[in-house]
């Protein structure tokens, strides 16, 4: 895609070189591949689109975007102060280290909320809705279909299906909305030259700046840490609901469903913070144009300080210790605890109109 973009018009840029981090996602991806045959690959999507387009499957869609939207707004500040605790002591564009300026989620709260105003709480929320309204859609609406095809009887799911339905849905729907996550990253840090532009504004600004590549910034990390995070949060809500159903301990009420979308939300958390950290940390930094550096602006033309993903998990380590990984775990859970319960609780609420 970007080569197409790079060549539509003068001047010719060359093709930069492809990093060691997108190689190895290639090879592993043709290995994944090399294991389904092409036809059955048609026949899966063409299964998929058809239930897709069917009359019967637009309400998972629907309910999970709704859902997804309502759980967003209701834990936006958690996350805010999560970007911010995880971009302090990376590098920033110009290679210098961002100063440490919160103690931990509650100091960053209130930092927050007397030095910028409630206000900067929901920098950001409008393409963190729009994210959900895309990224929430595509996710729940693939996770369900997908399982409603593969599974026969839904009392008798299989853990591996479930995951499987889980990983696929998250990568291929945050991949979709990476545009949305890159703008909301970057409102969230309280970088200057995004606080007073619309929505259309800092979209159009990533783009003259940035080229098209600009807006899928750190879109590998956000796909593995999608996959990873809806690959465990999904399947282990499902679990637990059914398990506490089977075993006669609760019944499918309000009370499973916050019991099972808390369990959901540790596991979640624990496995997804170090892809969480890095893809924040590929998405805060740019990476501008070279008419940019010359247009006597004042902008300056700089390296990325990060070059893949892996790059930026090796420097971290070795410049912060393997602890930094974690960095915002604590309103990670926090906030996905409070997120899937308020979601998983309207989404069930809303199943009972199918």
């Avoid at 996710?139 to 399982?147: E, R, V």
């Avoid at 969480?276 to 010359?294: E, H, I, W, Y």
Wanted: glycine residues 8%; charged residues 20%; positive net charge.
């Amino acid at each position: 895609m970007a080569t197409g973009i790079a060549s539509s018009g003068p001047p010719r840029r060359s093709r930069r070189p492809v990093s060691a981090g997108e190689r190895a996602s290639v090879l592993a991806f043709s290995q994944l591949v090399a294991f389904v045959s092409p036809r059955e690959v048609q026949q899966l999507f063409s299964r998929i689109f058809a239930r897709v387009m069917g009359l019967s499957d637009w309400r998972p869609f629907v309910y999970g975007g709704v859902s997804a939207c309502i759980a967003e707004f209701g834990t936006f500040p958690i996350d805010t102060t999560k970007t911010r605790l995880q971009i302090q002591g990376a590098r920033s564009d110009g290679g210098q280290i961002v100063a440490k300026r919160y103690k931990g989620m509650i100091h960053a709260l209130l930092k927050i909320s007397s030095e910028e105003g409630v206000r900067a709480l929901y920098f950001g929320i409008a393409p963190a809705v729009l994210r959900q309204a895309t990224y929430g859609t595509i996710k729940f609406g693939i996770y369900y279909s997908l399982k409603q095809m593969l599974t026969k009887n839904p009392n008798e799911e299989r853990l591996g299906i479930n995951v499987f339905c889980a990983v696929t849905a998250g990568v291929v729907s945050s991949a979709m909305a990476n545009p949305t996550d890159v703008l909301k990253v970057r409102l969230q840090s309280g970088r200057s030259d995004f606080k007073e532009k619309s929505l259309l504004q800092a979209f159009i600004s990533i783009y003259n700046q940035e080229g098209i590549q600009g807006l899928w910034r750190g879109v590998c990390p956000t796909a593995q840490r999608a996959g990873v995070i809806v690959g465990v949060e999904l399947p282990i809500y499902d679990m637990c609901k059914h398990y506490f159903i089977k075993m006669n301990l609760l019944p499918d009420n309000s009370t499973n469903h916050f019991l099972s979308s808390f369990i959901s939300s540790l596991g979640g958390a624990v496995a997804s913070t170090p892809l969480d950290v890095v893809r924040t940390r590929l998405m805060n930094q740019r990476k501008l144009k070279a008419p940019a550096a010359v247009s006597g602006n004042g902008a300056v033309c700089t390296s990325p300080v990060y070059a893949s993903t892996a790059d930026c998990f090796i420097q971290t380590v070795k410049a912060e210790g393997p602890l930094a990984l974690y960095k915002g775990f604590i309103p990670t859970w926090l906030r996905l605890g409070p997120w899937n319960i308020i979601f998983f609780v309207t989404f069930e609420q809303l199943k009972k109109f199918y």
